[in-house]
Nanobody
Framework: QVQLVESGGGLVQPGGSLTLSCKVS????????IAWFRQPPGMEREYVAM???????AYAGSVKGRFSISRDHVKNTVYLQMNNLKPEDTAVYFC????????????WGQGTQVTVSS
């Protein structure tokens, strides 16, 4: 079964950058689409970005132009580069084995906390 482990979260000032990682195992990474979701404090989990097995990319409107998703087929890892971070980006970030844009799969990582604050 697919397993996902997120890392790279932390505290950053507004306007700063962070790169999150999602290590994937238990599945053929070369055929697996992966998405990032986030859950702000007191709110529901929401879609952030998705990358297909063939490197197709899609983003939520709130992060388009600031976030970039990529994947390394040697390290079986998906990355989320986040630039020009805003306080409203504060959330727990999760990766999931999504196959439909905007829809999560049936597996989640444990999440990594991102806090944007001065």
């Amino acid at each position: 079964q697919v397993q996902l482990v997120e890392s790279g979260g932390g505290l950053v000032q507004p306007g700063g950058s962070l790169t999150l990682s999602c290590k994937v195992s238990g599945v053929d990474f070369n055929r697996q689409d992966i998405a990032w979701f986030r859950q702000p404090p007191g709110m529901e989990r929401e879609y952030v970005a998705m990358i297909s097995w063939s490197n197709g990319r899609a983003y939520a409107g709130s992060v388009k132009g600031r976030f970039s998703i990529s994947r390394d087929h040697v390290k079986n890892t998906v990355y989320l580069q986040m630039n020009n971070l805003k306080p409203e980006d504060t959330a727990v970030y999760f990766c999931t084995n999504s196959e439909v844009i905007g829809k999560p799969g049936d597996a989640w990582g444990q999440g990594t906390q991102v806090t944007v604050s001065s």
